[in-house]
């Protein structure tokens, strides 16, 4: 007995022990609590999932964890010390790191450059820069990667910054890193291949902290799930003990097949659009019909073309060859103006840059494409003369900010993205082209999108939906396209399984029989 | 693999260009002057005149490197020239041995301009385009109120700055030169110059890595106006006195913009360095004395120098989206 309680000791001797523990915490903004006595703990080498439905609090927990805010009540204990910082530098100097969602690298610095900044090696002031490449690549290394610490941060993928983000947290040495919806940006395949550095952290001691809206990623790499709703802590579970669906439930209070609309039982419509042969330099031989009353899903890898394929349907990234043949005769649009003249609304993938103006109201921007089309001379107020108008769009999006006077910049993912389906629904558009319309987006928020396109494929649109989340893929759409390489290879029924989809997406149409098999 | 990335390195880019705008200008020059007959200014004597219409533009562009790379900008340098030389020929009014104490009033008061400017602009949070066109404007203003006419003269011995040699090499080169090798040393070497790339790259970014940002727009506003102080002590030595309209009639705020960023350095900050700029400054330089050779209207001359700023960022713009892409 004592022999293997000795053995478990040395086994599990930094395995286990409590790093963190965040004890009672709550915050107030000035009379609002947004947090209530919330208690939450990372062992060294677990990965601790943290779910919650955006404005849970899941975000200000974190950032109470990494000294932006202070608490306002509660302790955070860091290896049994009490710590209060109130700084973000303290709490990095204590050994806490974060990786955002929008990396903070300098594109033109190298890696090695990056990995150090703040802390280079040097001698009388002069930088060693023989030493600055061998520590990072050691901390890369760390991290089952060889990325030249030499390239510079530019030349990587979003991927490889990623991980080169990681390798700067854990040079600072940090025993406690948090993860803040890290596979957003990311692809299957470069997902998989952080959660094996997730994996290799884990290993050696480092307790992780996951935020993620992503189930199967959660269930996939966590050791326990803590859910957040309104502020509250839901409970702590080993993740052997919960399902999906469970955790969905606490974060929202309803199952996961409530997330997807049904299908409508009606045969499609008539063809919208017909594409021949299509192609530009980033896609080739698109063979393609759209039908009215159909959500088209499209799926594939970064790079396979599935948003060169929605930029050309929108005339951003025009084909240059084909034939492409519209329900009225006419070919494809040649520019986002023409399309959205011609009903055709396009949701970009990012949100952020191309889809909102932060700084400006939810009615400015709703009201954006309104402007558009109206005269030369008419007068810009024009759409805010009869905000009524705006304002029942806003109903109709189930928006549910209290004022719709306040910048888009600070309302949640999921608020924005109901701004600028607002928009379009000014238009009375029949074909919706969405890329990525629930990143970054919590799950209720999300059970509103999948509602609305369903009711705009219902009411004779077509939607076509650009997606790498397989689970919306596969929920929401009537056909599913898989695209790899700019070329659509093979077309799949409504509800085909995930395996099937990621196989064809990764290998190409030939191998895919034995992959399945 | 580490020979690839070295070179990588080594050879971004960014620094293909102000190579192929050096021999394109040396190219034109020497072509000009055979074309013309005007050998003469193949000769060494010829040369070092033309790098040393570089001399007071270089210094300047030197000190702009650095605010534009930790993301700031300096408009106020022309007019900080022109209150340099004046300061300088007023205090030394003539007399070899306040010399010293002249260069000493005209350094003193780029400190507490490039001070003024840094703390404005990062403590105030004010623009710096606004900030620093306004410490300009004061500084003009207090000029045009204090001086009416010429304000004194430097002495003889002070004007071996301009146009003494060493080894035959002027000494204005060399001082040049000096100023370029250090602050190329301080951005590719030093702990310093690493993280003023990181400041002005993403100051957000630099601030979570513990760097104090402000202490480095500061710091470099303070470099860019010593170095546009000692411009004007160039100046006042090759003009004899110290003229309250040298600086801005010789164009030296935007110009020492613009030949920075023909140099490949981001005007947003944390990408370029002296090398490029001083590309930039060698072209400007040979673009007037090939007018000047062709006897064309130096008018002409301000609009080639308008076209290559505006073709070369366009093409550092053009070679960043394909990298990217």
């Known amino acids: ?517 | 693999m580490s020979g690839i990335t070295l070179s990588t390195r080594r050879f971004r880019p960014q620094g293909l260009l102000p190579a192929a705008l050096i021999v394109g200008a040396a190219l034109t020059y020497a072509v000009v002057s055979l074309a013309t007959a005007q050998s003469a200014q193949l000769s060494w004597a010829g040369i070092a005149g033309l790098l040393q219409r570089m001399v007071a533009l270089g210094i300047t562009a030197c000190g702009q490197t650095l605010v534009l790379l930790v993301g700031s900008i300096d408009l106020s340098v022309a007019n900080l020239i022109s209150v340099s030389a004046v300061i300088a020929a007023h205090v030394m009014n003539g007399r070899p041995d306040a010399i010293a104490l002249g260069i000493a009033a005209a350094i003193a008061i780029g400190v507490i301009v490039g001070l003024a400017n840094g703390l404005i602009v990062s403590k105030l949070k004010v623009s710096p385009l606004i900030a620093t066109l306004g410490i300009g404007l004061v500084l003009q203003g207090v000029l045009s109120a204090a001086y009416d006419d010429l304000p004194g003269s430097v002495p003889a011995s002070f004007r071996v700055l301009a146009y003494g040699h060493v080894l035959g090499i002027p000494l204005a080169l060399l001082l040049l030169a000096a100023v370029v090798a250090l602050a190329g040393f301080v951005l590719s070497r030093t702990v310093i110059g690493f993280r003023l790339y990181g400041v002005g790259g993403d100051a957000r970014t630099a601030r979570l890595a513990g760097i104090r940002t402000d202490r480095f727009v500061i710091g470099a506003h303070i470099a860019a106006s010593v170095t546009a102080a000692v411009s004007g002590l160039y100046l006042a030595s090759w003009l004899g006195a110290g003229t309250p309209w040298v600086g801005r009639d010789g164009g030296y705020d935007l110009d020492s913009v613009a030949v920075v960023v023909i140099g490949g350095t981001l005007l947003s900050g944390g990408r370029g360095g002296v090398a490029g700029t001083i590309a930039g400054v060698f072209v400007f330089a040979t673009i007037d004395a090939v007018f000047n050779m062709l006897q064309i209207d130096p008018f002409l001359g301000q609009i080639l120098r308008g076209l290559i700023v505006i073709s070369s960022v366009a093409a550092y713009t053009f070679r960043g989206k394909a990298h990217v892409a």
């Open chain 1, 1 to 517: 007995m004592p022999n293997r309680n000795g053995t478990a000791a040395i086994g599990k001797a930094v395995d286990g022990t409590v790093l963190l523990s965040m004890q009672d915490v709550s915050k107030f903004f000035g009379s609002i609590q947004v947090l209530d006595t919330i208690s939450f703990d990372v062992r060294a080498g677990e990965v601790h999932a943290l779910c919650g439905e955006n404005g849970a609090g899941k975000s200000t927990l974190m950032k109470i964890l990494t000294g932006a805010f202070p608490v306002s009540s509660g302790r955070i204990l860091l290896n049994g010390q009490e710590m209060r910082f109130v700084h973000p530098v303290e709490a990095r100097a204590a050994g806490i790191g974060i990786i955002h969602q929008e990396l903070s690298l300098l594109p033109h610095r190298t890696v090695a450059e990056n990995i150090l900044l703040g802390r280079e090696p040097s001698r009388g002031g002069l930088v060693d820069r023989r030493r600055m490449v061998t520590e990072a690549r050691d901390a890369l290394a760390r991290l089952g990667s060889a990325i030249p610490p030499e390239a510079p941060v530019a030349s990587l993928s979003i991927a490889e910054q990623q991980v080169v983000e990681i390798a700067k947290a854990i040079a600072t040495h940090a025993r406690l890193l948090v993860f803040d919806e890290p596979t957003a940006p990311l692809d299957t395949v470069e997902s998989a291949k952080l959660f094996r550095v997730i994996a290799e952290l884990r290993s050696s001691g480092v307790g992780i902290v996951y935020i993620s809206h992503r189930m199967r990623e959660v269930f996939e790499i966590a050791d326990r799930i803590t859910v957040l709703k309104d502020g509250c802590g839901m409970g702590t579970f080993d993740a052997a003990d919960a399902t999906p669906d469970k955790v969905i439930r606490l974060m929202v209070g309803r199952p996961v097949s409530a997330l997807f609309p049904p299908r409508s039982a009606t045969t499609p419509g008539e063809a919208l659009l017909t594409i021949l042969g299509g192609g530009n330099a980033a896609l080739h031989d698109i063979d393609l019909t759209l039908y009215a009353g159909q959500i088209l899903g499209v799926a594939g890898l970064e790079g396979s073309g599935k948003t060169a394929l929605a930029r050309a349907l929108v005339g951003d990234q025009r084909f240059t060859t084909g034939q492409i043949t519209f329900r009225d005769g006419r070919p494809a649009p040649r520019s986002p103006r023409e399309a959205v003249q011609r009903g055709i609304a396009y949701l970009s993938d990012d949100r952020k840059a191309e889809g909102l103006g932060l700084r400006q109201s939810l009615r400015d921007n709703a009201s954006l494409a309104l402007r558009a089309l109206a005269a030369g001379l008419a007068l810009p107020s024009i759409a805010n003369r009869n905000p009524g108008r705006i304002d029942a769009l806003f109903r109709d999006v189930e928006m549910r900010a209290a004022d719709f006077g306040v910048a888009v910049g600070r309302l949640s993912g999921g608020n924005q993205q109901k701004v600028v389906f607002a928009r379009w629904l000014a238009t009375a558009p029949h074909l919706w082209v969405v890329a990525e319309p629930t990143r970054g987006i919590d799950v209720g928020a999300k059970a509103t999108i999948y509602a609305l396109l369903r009711r705009y494929a219902d009411a004779g649109g077509a939607v076509v939906m650009v997606s790498s989340d397989l689970t919306e893929i596969i929920g929401a759409s009537d056909r599913i396209l898989v695209m790899s390489g700019g070329r659509i290879l093979v077309e799949l029924p409504a509800g085909s399984a995930e395996s099937e989809i990621m196989a064809h997406a990764v290998h190409g149409p030939g191998q895919v029989a034995e992959l399945v098999a």
